[in-house]
Every structure is written in C-alpha cells, then in structure tokens.
C-alpha cells in the first residue's frame, strides 16, 4: 500500500524541485540543534547530578551510539517502506526524545533520551541526503545536498543562542526540550513531501515514478530520458551485502564512503561543535563570554557554508576539499601554538578567537557540506541504500569516538598536543583527497556508476 499523498501540481521545474528538497533538509535543522543544544547544557547537567568528566563525555557520545545503530536501521527502513517513510519516523523520534530529554529525573533517563535522539539522527542523517540526491538533478545536485548540511548549521547556531539566552538561569532542560518544537513542524512538512522517483522504480512503481518527475523537472524529454537511465541502472539485480560480496567495484565505492566520513569526524569540527564553551575556556574566557563565543561560532558556521552553495557544482568538489582541509590544519595548528605559548592577555584571546574561526570557515565550505555530497553520489543505484548506510554508520562511530575522548585527551596527552593531533590529520586529508577522492560536479549519478563499475580508478569515477 502506498502512502503517498502528494499530487501533481501546475507549478513544475527548478522551483518545486528546491521546495522539496528543502523540506527534507530540515532533517538538517534537527540534527544541528541537537549537536548544538548539549554543549551550553553540559555543565548545568554536570553540575545538578554532580558527574565526572567520564560521565559528561558519556552524555555526549550516547547520542551518536544511538545515531550509529540508527543508520544501520536505516538502510533497511529507507528500502523496504521508502525515503519518505523513514524521514516521518525520524521526526516522530525527534519530538519524543527531545521532550524526553527534557523531563529526564536522572542521568539514566538521560541517557536513554540521547540514545533515542540518536536513533533519530541516525535516520535523518541516512534518509535525507539520500532522498535529496535521488529527487535533484544534476546541475543542482551539489548545492542541494549541501542546503542539507547548511541546514545543520543553522541548527547549531539557534541551538548556541538559545543555550547562551537560557544559561543566565541554568535552565538546561529548556534548552533540550525547545528542539521538540521545530520537530513538530518538520514532522508536518515531511508528509506532504513525494516518495523518491528512484525508489518508487525500484518499487516497480513505474508510473508513479513518472508522475512525481513530471513535477519536478521541466519538460518530458527531461522526464523521459531519466526514467530511461534509471531503467538502465535497474537491470542489475544484485543489492546491498550480496552485491558488497559479489562486486569488487561496489566494495570500492563502499570503502571510500566509509574513509570519507572518518575524514569529517577526524577533522575536529565535532570536539569544537560538542566542547567549545570549554574551548573558550581554555583560551581564557568566563562561563557567559564562553557561551556568546560559542554562538559567534555557529554564525560563522552558517555564513561559511553559504561559500560551499555557491560554489560547489562551479569550482568541483576536489579544490575544495583540498583548499578547507589546508584552512584546518592550519586553525588547528595555530590554536594549539597559542594554548601551548599560553593565553593571557586581549591580543593573545582575540587571536584564538581568530584561528577558531578560521578552522570553522574551513570544515563549512568543505568537509561539511561536501563529503554529504559525495557519499550521495559515489554509490551505484542498486547498492545505495547499503553503501550510503555503511557510511553513515562510520560517521557516527567515528563521531562516538571523537566526542567520548576528547576531554581524555586534554587531561591526558595535554592541551596544545590535542589540537596539534587534529592539525596533523587535517594534513593528511589533503593527500587522501588526491589520492583517491573522484570530481563529480555536472556528472549525472547513472554515469559516475557506469565508470565505477567499469573498474576505473576511484578519483577518475566522475570522468
């Protein structure tokens, strides 16, 4: 049984196309306000149920557990019961987690609220760069996706004023349980939303599949000749593990997905995003000013990735990878020579500031946006469910990882050497990327998969 409940309307083309993409990113918007809201929480959290350092990076990291077991869930939801579908059970968990989280009496109940907000992400995270890619065309492909992931951005910055607004009072469970409200209305916007054409293809819903392009493209022709290439793509039969067992080429594209997000996870950008009211702290600046620092780094968030839209499907995928994983390594590096040289007086804060935001700057126009983009892309037709759940379940282990040892690392391995480690795995993104990393822009999803599939090299793929 269907539940679609879209119709064809008269408006048709590029409008409707960004209109329904951009109902899906709202995933985004909820994943940024919970990456966002547990940072000003954290310490009204640590300081009501009086919990170690351990216990803090547990609070933290029991979101992505849940996220990782999610996005396994995923594969499996967005195959069998739809794009659309699944993005509805990722709202409804959203909204119930959050409130959740909110009323929690103890650490415990926490605890099962962040995993159960992580469940939701987990989806999200899966489902919508996935259903984005599957509804844009090419020209567009790019910067949509990358609407996905400004999106998160806006979240962590609303999340970021929110929580330095409500810290003047400590009210952290205010700050957990006002992401129940726009979940609330992406939930409303996810139902009016189409089912993806791809699956509905895949579905053997061939007409469907037709009705839905009709409004989102601008002519038959277009229609056609996409139906035509996804009918091509269809004609394998293999799918998800049997096809990862089977193809050798399918394997390639699975594994580079894979190193592509522990790339994301590994630049830092999460221990700024999860820590960085202790960041601040440790460059010198009190419990308020560390808070309004905090939200200056989500605006920066949010312009920076302005860059990635406009320039994405102009400049290529490769220069800017290359171009934001030099801007880090350097922000990072430089963060760490201050720490390490010691932070005391106005020029010496005002210069962390700076190199924090310049290490921002770099994973928004780059790292962010773009490895979404590419792990969208770089998976054939009828493995994508599993390649694209592969790698977002290494996203949120990487992520697990990252968010339960950075507070470890600064007690243990030591301040500035925490953040010189980042700088030096920045580094070496950059060889990674061109070593192995494809350029995709202007290249249609069916002919990156016949190239693929014809054995070429990973970074030639989009030739």
Known sequence: MSTTTYTATPVRGSGKTLLTGGVAALAGLMFGLDIGVISGALAFIAKQFSISETMQELIVSSMMFGAAVGAILAGYLSSSFGRKRSLILSATLFVVSSLLCAMAPSVGWLLAGRVLLGLAIGVATFTAP????????????????????????????????SDALLSYSGAWRWMLGLVAVPGVLFLAGVFVLPDSPRWLMMKGRRQDAVTVLNDLRPDSAAVQSEIKEIEDQLRQKQKGFAMFGANSNFRR??????????????????????????????????????????????????????????LVDRWGRRPMLIMGFAVMAIGMGALGLLIFAGIETELQRILAIAVLLCFITGFAFSAGPLIWVLCSEVQPLQGRDFGIACSTFTNWAANFVVGQTFLTLLSTFGNAETFWLYAALNAVFILVTIALVPETKGISLEHIERNLMEGRKLRNIGR
């Open 130 to 161: 996935l259903y984005i890619s599957e509804i844009a065309d090419e020209r567009r492909r790019g910067s949509m996706i990358s609407t996905y992931q400004l999106m998160i951005t806006v979240g962590i910055l609303v999340a970021f004023i």
């Open 253 to 310: 594209s699975v594994w580079l997905g894979v190193l592509l997000q522990v790339m994301q996870q590994f630049t830092g950008m999460n221990v700024v995003m999860y820590y960085a009211p202790k960041i601040f702290g440790l460059a010198g600046f009190g419990q308020n000013a560390s808070m309004w620092g905090t939200a200056i780094v989500g605006v920066v968030n949010v312009l920076a990735t302005f860059i990635a839209i406009g």
